[in-house]
């Protein structure tokens, strides 16, 4: 048990303690030191020390529930343009072809359980006082996990929207209806998801500013941060005076401005973390 984390020497190209030091990065990689691997000392009593913290998620948190991420080897994008499917031109071009990828991709997610990485954070609200969850992600399960102080910034693949009426509603149908309509009134419905070309939803992109202006700390967990503006949050944060901790395998652009970067599963790194902090006295 708990063999000390060692820094990862000379890899993803950021060789050099000192170059590391200038970065202001700890680099560790958990799976080549193996389990059992403790996390930084510094960084338990940073997030015990956090009183106001921002938590980013990308598809990475949801792999170990066996959802696939976007841009991975087995991404989804890899056998779907998103130009194809993810655009409001698609959707107006051809309204069946998207909604039966939809209605495949909620198939899937449907069979999803929380993993120990979306377990861990709701143990992780539940310390920290001022807490928000920002997820990009659409496939429900942080809300299913019990994360509840959590905005999904990009919607969600379980609710509706109808073009007509406007109306939002819950809609867990697995198949759904081709194609689905208003039970209000009659209007075509289409994913309350955020597509390429759209943005996000005025209300929610001010609560994530709010937030991420004001935390001490920011942890972005399994994102490739190259989409906007999700990609910024945790910069904007760093600007206002914040650390950035990230958890992924791969490094990402964000790497090199974090104070803490752990090199793992989120499955893995989060329940470990979380285990950790745990022991620490209460405030
Ligand atoms: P991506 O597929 O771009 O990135 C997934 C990230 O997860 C990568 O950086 C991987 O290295 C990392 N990863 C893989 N396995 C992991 C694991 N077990 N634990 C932790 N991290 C892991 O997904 P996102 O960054 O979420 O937008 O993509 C952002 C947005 O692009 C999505 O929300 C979607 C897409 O277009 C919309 O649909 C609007």
Redesign the pocket.
Known sequence: MGRPCRPKRGGGGYSGTGLRRLLGVEFMDIERVGAGLEPPAALVQLLAETERLVVLT????S??SGVP????PE?LWRSFR?EEL?TPQAFQRNPRLVWEWYDWRRAKIAQARPNPGHLALVRLEERVPDFLLLT???DGLHRLAGSRRLLEI?GSLWEVRCLSCGAVREDRRVPIPMLPHCGGCGGLLRPH????GEALNPEILRRAEEALIRAQTVLV???????QP?ASFALWAREAGAAIVE????P?PLTRYCRFALAG???EVLPRLLSRLEEQPSR
């Open positions: 990308g598809a990475g948190i792999v170990e991420t976007f841009r991975g991404g998103p993810a990009q992600n659409v990009h998801v955020v597509w390429f967990v399994g994102t490739s941060a190259v989409v999700a958890i992924n395998p791969d990402t599963a989120a499955g």
